[in-house]
């Protein structure tokens, strides 16, 4: 079955910026390719300073992935509203995902290899 979804462990370091802080920095990012969508960086939840994200309320429902919980990003001078999403209980396909987080790529956030 195509499932239209490639994951694999992405080269290089990793880092997450919001609002002018150093949300984290990995190794260890997953690299998820669906379909003609942009490459999605994944990290680690280990390697995020969880304190600052807030669980929010969304959620939405992906059929191959599964489904997805939403985070704030809480800094200094602002709350980035539903930014982070992770799959806490993936579909099989998606089943690497547990454990990590993607940002949406927005102007207030930076994800980028260093």
Aim: hydrophobic share 35%; glycine share 8%; charged share 25%.
């Amino acid at each position: 079955m195509n499932t239209g979804i490639s994951i694999r462990k992405s080269a290089g370091t990793w880092t997450v910026r919001a609002g002018g802080a150093v949300l984290g920095e990995t190794s260890d990012a997953l690299e998820l390719i669906e379909g003609d969508y942009p490459a999605v960086i994944y990290f680690p939840r280990k390697d995020i300073a969880m304190a600052f994200l807030d669980p929010s309320d969304k959620t939405s429902h992906c059929p191959r992935k599964g489904d997805a919980r939403y985070f704030s990003v809480v800094t200094k001078s602002t709350t980035l509203e539903n930014v982070v999403w992770s799959y806490e209980e993936p579909n099989e396909v998606a089943e690497q995902l547990r454990g990590y987080l993607a940002f949406h790529n927005v102007d207030e956030v930076t994800v980028e290899q260093i």
